[in-house]
C-alpha cells in the first residue's frame, strides 16, 4: 500500500491545502498533483461519482504522488470498502452526529484488530501480489486516514464523545451544513457558526486530532491557520471558475 504523505505531514503539524473534486476526469487530479496541491477529496456524496470511476482517479492522484481521500455520502461498512479496496488512501464521512456512527467509520476503514473491514485481495491490497496479508493489514491500519465531518446541532451536541474516538485523525467542520442547522443557511461566516468551528476545533485539537474546514481563498486560509487548523480545503470547480473570471476580466 502507498504511503500516506498527508497522515504523517499532519502528524508533524504542517498546514495542508486541498480541494473537494466532483469532476470525473482523471486529468484533473494529475493537474492538481503537479501544481503541488497538497491532497485531493474525491466527492462521492454530491456526485455521481462510484467506486468504479474513483479507481482511474486513485490512480491519476498515485501517479502525480498527491494523496488522496474520499467523501462517502453512506456510512456503510459495504460501501465505504468499495471505495477503500479501490484504492482510496482514507474517507471523509459526512453528517456524524453520535460516537457510535463516528466508530462505525472507524471500524469500517480499519482491519481487525482494529476494525472490522474485511480482507481481500483487492486493489488496495496490490492484488496480494506483493506482500503478505498480514504485513498489509498492518500497513493499511497504519497508513489509512479517517476524518469525520460535524455539520449538524446533533453532531453539535454530542461533539465531546465524538472526538474521544480512537483513530479518528481529523475533524472536519463543514461551514455551509452548519449554518443551515443553526437557522443562517448561507450565512458561512456567521459569529454563531464561526464561533461554534472555532470552539470545537479547540477542543479536537486538545484531543489530539487535526482539524479541517473550508477555506476558500488566502484570507480565510489565514484566519484558520491562525486557529490552529491543518487541513484546509475549497473546490475544484472554484479554481475553475476563479481562473475563467480572472480571464475574462483581464482581456
Given at each position: 500500500m502507498r504511503?500516506?504523505?498527508?497522515?504523517?505531514?499532519?502528524?508533524?503539524?504542517?498546514?495542508?491545502?486541498?480541494?473537494?473534486?466532483t469532476l470525473h476526469a482523471p486529468s484533473v487530479l494529475e493537474i492538481l498533483g503537479l501544481v503541488g496541491l497538497d491532497f485531493v477529496i474525491v466527492?462521492?456524496?454530491?456526485?455521481?461519482?462510484?467506486?468504479?470511476?474513483?479507481?482511474?482517479?486513485?490512480?491519476?492522484a498515485e501517479l502525480r504522488e498527491l494523496s488522496v481521500v474520499t467523501?462517502?455520502?453512506e456510512n456503510s461498512q459495504q460501501v465505504i470498502q468499495k471505495f477503500m479496496d479501490a484504492g482510496s488512501q482514507g474517507v471523509l464521512i459526512p453528517l456524524v452526529n453520535t460516537v457510535e456512527e463516528a466508530q462505525r467509520v472507524v471500524d469500517a476503514v480499519k482491519y481487525p484488530p482494529i476494525g472490522k473491514r474485511g480482507l481481500a485481495g483487492s486493489r488496495s491490497a496490490e492484488w496480494g501480489l506483493t506482500s503478505i496479508p498480514a504485513d498489509y493489514v498492518t500497513e493499511s491500519n497504519l497508513e489509512t486516514l479517517i476524518a469525520v465531518q460535524i455539520e449538524t446541532k446533533e453532531g453539535i451536541?454530542?461533539?465531546?464523545?465524538?472526538?474521544?474516538?480512537?483513530?479518528?485523525?481529523?475533524?472536519f467542520f463543514g461551514p455551509s451544513d452548519i449554518s443551515t442547522s443553526l437557522g443562517y443557511p448561507g450565512e458561512l461566516r456567521h459569529p454563531e457558526v464561526l464561533s461554534i468551528i472555532e470552539t470545537l476545533g479547540g477542543k479536537s485539537i486538545s484531543a489530539g486530532k487535526s482539524v479541517g474546514t473550508i477555506a476558500r481563498d488566502r484570507a480565510e486560509?489565514?484566519?484558520?491557520?491562525?486557529?490552529?487548523?491543518?487541513?484546509?480545503?475549497?473546490?475544484?470547480?472554484?479554481?475553475?471558475?476563479?481562473?475563467?473570471?480572472?480571464?475574462?476580466?483581464?482581456?
Amino acid at each position: 500500500m502507498r504511503k500516506n504523505d498527508m497522515k504523517r505531514r499532519l502528524k508533524a503539524g504542517e498546514v495542508l491545502l486541498g480541494a473537494f473534486n466532483t469532476l470525473h476526469a482523471p486529468s484533473v487530479l494529475e493537474i492538481l498533483g503537479l501544481v503541488g496541491l497538497d491532497f485531493v477529496i474525491v466527492d462521492a456524496e454530491h456526485t455521481s461519482i462510484t467506486p468504479e470511476t474513483a479507481e482511474d482517479l486513485y490512480r491519476a492522484a498515485e501517479l502525480r504522488e498527491l494523496s488522496v481521500v474520499t467523501r462517502i455520502g453512506e456510512n456503510s461498512q459495504q460501501v465505504i470498502q468499495k471505495f477503500m479496496d479501490a484504492g482510496s488512501q482514507g474517507v471523509l464521512i459526512p453528517l456524524v452526529n453520535t460516537v457510535e456512527e463516528a466508530q462505525r467509520v472507524v471500524d469500517a476503514v480499519k482491519y481487525p484488530p482494529i476494525g472490522k473491514r474485511g480482507l481481500a485481495g483487492s486493489r488496495s491490497a496490490e492484488w496480494g501480489l506483493t506482500s503478505i496479508p498480514a504485513d498489509y493489514v498492518t500497513e493499511s491500519n497504519l497508513e489509512t486516514l479517517i476524518a469525520v465531518q460535524i455539520e449538524t446541532k446533533e453532531g453539535i451536541e454530542n461533539f465531546d464523545e465524538i472526538v474521544t474516538v480512537n483513530d479518528v485523525d481529523v475533524i472536519f467542520f463543514g461551514p455551509s451544513d452548519i449554518s443551515t442547522s443553526l437557522g443562517y443557511p448561507g450565512e458561512l461566516r456567521h459569529p454563531e457558526v464561526l464561533s461554534i468551528i472555532e470552539t470545537l476545533g479547540g477542543k479536537s485539537i486538545s484531543a489530539g486530532k487535526s482539524v479541517g474546514t473550508i477555506a476558500r481563498d488566502r484570507a480565510e486560509i489565514q484566519y484558520w491557520k491562525d486557529r490552529g487548523f491543518q487541513w484546509l480545503c475549497t473546490g475544484v470547480s472554484g479554481f475553475l471558475t476563479n481562473g475563467i473570471r480572472s480571464y475574462i476580466s483581464d482581456s
